[in-house]
């Protein structure tokens, strides 16, 4: 079926490290990869986003890799700070590229 | 500003009371989404909207009901709320989806609906 998967589930690092997160999808035919950031009472805002022409993107602090073949994309994190502490979710589109199928999210904590 | 607006933002109620959280998107965009969020299975879709008068299933369609009347609107019914509809409600939307010209969802900051 169509599904994304996303590890770890929980992340914690200290501030000034990295965080890498990584997500594996079903559907070969899936070309767009965007990352949404949710903090605590709001709702998910896209961070970073890759389609499937492009093998990695960056922007500041934050970059994108795109594995195709083995269905691989991770968001990676450098020079962490509290505020990048959040819960972060991946997604890729499916259905004939109608929707966006989202994995389970990762709990970020960057701890001072 | 741009935004996706959501209401009510919180509602308790009884099984079997119909329902009826509204969205509203000041972008003009063609694509509208509703999603729920429960702990440890990400966020789920619900239905879809290529544009008006155009819905569909999503993953978890059954219980709710859509429409598209307007595009700026797309209004999510729980005609017969159950327990099991308790969650976090997201509403989204996007300039366009389909093929190469999958364009970002921007979403609202959500209801939270808890049926008794």
Redesign the interface.
């Known amino acids: 079926g ?1 599904n994304v998967e ?1 590890h770890p ?1 929980t992340l914690s690092v200290q501030e000034g490290d990295s965080a890498v997160i990584k997500c594996t999808y079903s559907d070969s035919a899936s ?2 990869f ?1 990352w ?1 950031k949710q903090e605590l ?6 961070i970073i ?1 890759i ?1 499937s022409n492009v093998g990695e993107k960056k922007d500041q602090r934050i970059a994108v890799t795109l594995n195709k073949t083995a269905k691989h994309f991770s968001l990676h994190i450098t020079e962490t700070q509290p505020e990048d502490s959040a819960v972060y ?1 991946c ?1 890729a ?1 499916m259905g ?10 990762t709990r970020l904590l960057v701890s001072p | 500003e741009a935004q996706v607006t959501q209401n009510p933002r919180y509602l308790i109620t009884v099984t079997g009371k119909k329902l009826t959280v509204t969205c509203s998107q000041n972008m003009n965009h063609e694509y509208m989404s509703w999603y729920r969020q429960d702990p440890g299975l990400g966020l789920r879709q619900i239905y879809y909207s290529m544009n008006v008068e155009v819905t569909d299933k999503g993953d978890v369609p059954e219980g709710y009901k859509v429409s598209r009347k307007e595009k700026r609107n797309f209004p999510l019914i729980l005609e017969s709320p159950s327990p099991n509809q308790t969650s976090l409600y997201f509403c989204a939307s996007s300039l366009r989806m389909g093929q190469a010209s999958n364009q970002p969802q921007h979403f609202g900051d959500g209801t939270r609906l808890s049926i008794l």
Not at chain 1, 41 to 46: A, E, H, V
Not at chain 1, 96 to 105: A, D, H, I, S
């Open positions: 169509e996303q589930s070309n767009y965007p949404y009472g709001k709702g998910p805002q896209l986003d389609r979710f997604a589109s004939g590229f109608q929707k966006l199928v989202f994995g389970t999210g």
